[in-house]
């Protein structure tokens, strides 16, 4: 009846994470944010507040930006994390960074970096939904990410850059399916 | 972080189990956004805490459905889902305009109805908007199904009024009469992540004439719990609109608020602002100058 690994206080929890399945045995008081800093040593997501106000740990949580300071261990499993470390694409000649990444370094939308992997997760986030956000409301999908370097504005000019390039590449995309022989298929 | 069990329900009768199990030795986590908090905090809130049930994949706590003239909101519904969904947007405008203001995203995106009404907090946002809808909370237990008047069960700052076997299934509420409009409208610190220094859910029903034939006040971070402000629902139930009118119910509001929660350090700000937050509203609905 119980899902729950109880021997010796410690929890399984299998997930999806950066699109591969893993496995971790967990303190059952652990947050998403501990499993993947401390078990899995993935250092990218941030903790600053711990209570939810900062984003320093956004992750995306089956494609949502969450807070992963107030998610526990157990309820990812079979559900689907991306952090930070997931963002890199593959490309012809090798992994490359994500539009969005690409674009923070670009506009000089980074500082001292801390904020830095929850704001890129949150500004995917929003890409996804709305691949041409108004400045208005790339500044309201960021509002629960705090950037004490900045002053935002060159973190809103990075992601509007991001959304460009995101256009011009489905674009690209199809203009490659459209004419085969012309670079669409490597 | 405080030291517990983590134990998932998979259906609606093993999280009953659970709770008639575990009574107060157990809490209950869905979005987290408030649990996970107290959780890490020393303040020793449930010293007997052991384990945490989560109940986020219990299907029978999600969706919103229209059921005749009623409309279910389960208590596993985000914030983000309130804000967005398209017959709550419609019917219930206030209700979505509140949610949208929980918080930020990420909040939004965990945070759900039921542990809003759960937590109990005098400033919660969608408690304001719920109670002027006259909602009811819907709770089981393995004793059984019962309904409460959200009134009653909101008893006082974070207590509510589920025993510790119980569970919050959904808020559920009339839908409000064709033609009636509502507005929320909040004051914080700073727009994203502020918790309410002041808010206030209106909900009036205007006649053929003009006149406004049924309306709900109900004040939020006001009263010690989110209640309907009647003295100043009186004064407009029957009434044209009009300037001078609005300003007498924003300070009859502004009254009851002092009535209520007496006088605080704070009062000297609220009296004002809730009063010209009441007009604002109102103008906002029935039209007038601001």
Redesign the interface.
């Known amino acids: 009846?119980?899902?729950?690994e109880?021997s010796g206080?410690r929890?399984k929890v299998s997930f999806i994470l950066n699109g591969r399945r893993v496995e971790v045995l967990t303190r059952?008081?652990?947050?998403l944010l501990d499993v993947l800093r401390d078990d899995l040593g993935l250092t990218g997501t941030k903790e600053g507040c711990?209570?939810?106000?900062c984003?320093a740990c956004?992750v995306l949580?089956d494609g949502?930006?969450?807070?992963s300071?107030?998610?526990?261990?157990?309820?990812v499993?079979g559900r689907e994390v991306v952090t930070i470390e997931g963002l890199e694409q593959p490309g012809p000649e090798g992994p490359r960074l994500h539009p969005v990444q690409q674009s923070f370094i670009d506009k000089h939308a980074v500082q001292c970096g801390f904020c830095t992997p929850g704001m890129i997760l949150?500004a995917v986030?929003l890409l996804a939904k709305n691949p041409h956000p108004s400045r208005e409301q790339i500044r309201?999908?960021i509002?629960?990410?705090l950037c004490r370097c900045t002053g935002y504005v060159s973190i809103v000019d990075a992601i509007e850059e991001a959304s460009r390039r995101l256009a011009a590449e489905l674009a690209g995309d199809r203009a490659g399916e459209a004419r085969p022989g012309h670079g669409g298929a490597v | 972080m405080r030291s517990f069990d983590f134990l998932r329900a998979s259906s609606l009768e093993e999280a009953l189990c659970l709770l008639a199990e575990w009574g107060s030795a157990c809490r209950v986590v869905a979005g987290g956004t408030d649990l996970l908090v107290d959780l890490r905090s020393d303040e020793g809130r449930w010293p007997q805490l052991k384990v945490v049930v989560d109940i986020s994949g219990l299907a029978e706590l999600k969706g919103v459905r229209a059921e005749g003239d009623r409309i279910r909101v389960g208590a596993l519904v985000t914030h983000a889902q309130v804000a967005d969904h398209s017959l709550l947007k419609e019917e219930v405008t206030f209700l979505s305009q509140a949610c949208r203001t929980v918080g930020s995203p990420q909040i939004r995106n965990r945070g759900t109805i039921g542990g809003n009404v759960v937590n109990a907090s005098p400033a919660a946002d969608s408690l304001p908007p719920l109670v002027a809808l006259g909602a009811e909370a819907v709770v089981a237990s393995l004793r059984g199904e019962r309904t409460v008047p959200l009134e009653e069960f909101l008893v006082a700052p974070y207590r509510c009024a589920l025993a510790e076997d119980e569970l919050l299934l959904a808020v559920q509420f009339p839908r409000p009469p064709r033609g009636s409009r509502s507005c929320f409208l909040k004051v914080g610190r700073r727009r994203a992540l502020a918790i309410a220094r002041l808010s206030l859910a209106v909900l009036v029903t205007v006649g053929d004439e003009g006149q406004v034939e049924d309306v709900r006040l109900v004040p939020g971070a006001a009263f010690p719990m989110p209640r309907r402000a009647r003295k100043g629902e009186d004064l407009l139930r029957g009434a044209r609109p009009s300037p001078e009118l609005l300003a007498r119910v924003g300070e009859a509001v502004a009254e009851e608020m002092v009535e209520r929660s007496g006088l605080r350090w704070s009062t000297e700000y609220k009296r004002p602002v809730l009063a010209g937050l009441t007009r604002r509203a109102l103008a906002q609905l029935l039209g007038g100058e601001n």
Do not use: D, H, K, Y
């Open positions: 009846m119980r899902t729950q109880e206080r929890l059952p008081n652990a947050r711990g209570i939810g106000e984003g956004t949580l949502e930006a969450v807070n300071c107030l998610v526990l261990a157990g309820q499993e949150s986030a309201e999908a509002s629960g990410n």
